[in-house]
């Protein structure tokens, strides 16, 4: 395929621009809505678009720090703008999306001109913002992290009875039946923690693919699933 070749008014153009640009970036004085609107204008894009797009940033919140636990995520949480929105269709589509995905019937909430889709800890929902959409998804573990924290505390309790036991003198068996229940609650522990990985990869590459078939939706028919 034949390069395209610029117009000498074309080049003038564009390294204008990429001036402005520059200059606004290297002086870390950042850029006005205006400034880039002009920019934007010269690329083709209309005024009201790039305020849009503004818009969305501005409202798209901080994705909260993922709780951990030993070092391990027992949460996951994002949060995708979009162009676009999603009318009623495309809702009752993305939450058939969602049952088939998460294989969980869930339940339904709307208000304040935001939609939610929620299963237990499990919650996806979608907010508009300035002609576009921010998808929000955020799931937690708690029943790994009940089995950490039960575990941490049965090896805490054994330690516990283990001082009483040798301060006592008791009988060997006495220690033992200790021994054994500090090795359930590092076993316990360790059940809860092996879970976390597999399942925090698991659910970021689900929430991929939930942000995937939104953005089909919110700009035109998206294919069977």
């Not at 849009?52 to 940033?57: C, N, R, T």
């Not at 709780?67 to 495309?90: E, F, N, W, Y």
């Not at 937690?140 to 805490?156: E, H, N």
């Amino acid at each position: 395929m034949t390069e395209r070749r610029y117009s000498d008014e074309d080049v003038h153009r564009i390294l204008s621009n990429a001036v402005d640009v520059d200059a606004a970036v290297s002086a870390g004085r950042g850029m006005t809505l205006a400034e880039i609107q002009s920019i934007a204008a010269e690329a083709g894009l209309s005024p009201a678009a790039v305020a849009a797009a503004a818009e969305a940033l501005d409202r798209t919140p901080s994705v909260p720090a993922t709780p951990r636990m030993m070092g391990l995520p027992v949460g996951v949480a994002q949060s995708v703008t979009i162009p676009g929105t999603i009318d009623d269709a495309g809702w009752r589509r993305l939450v058939v999306f969602l049952r088939d995905t998460f294989e969980a019937q869930g339940r339904e909430e709307e208000g304040g001109g935001r939609r939610e889709w929620r299963n237990g800890n499990l919650r996806i929902s979608l907010e508009e913002a300035g002609g576009a959409t921010i998808v929000h998804m955020r799931t937690r573990k708690d029943s790994a992290r009940s089995l950490v924290q039960t575990g941490g505390f049965v090896v805490l309790g054994s330690a516990v009875m283990e001082a009483a036991t040798a301060f006592v003198h008791a009988p060997p068996n006495t220690l033992a039946g200790v021994l054994a229940m500090a090795l359930g609650g590092v076993t316990m522990a360790a059940v809860g923690l092996l879970q976390l990985p597999p399942w925090s990869a698991a659910r970021r590459k689900q929430f991929e693919a939930v942000a995937d078939y939104a953005r089909q939706l919110s700009v035109g028919e998206a294919s069977d699933v």
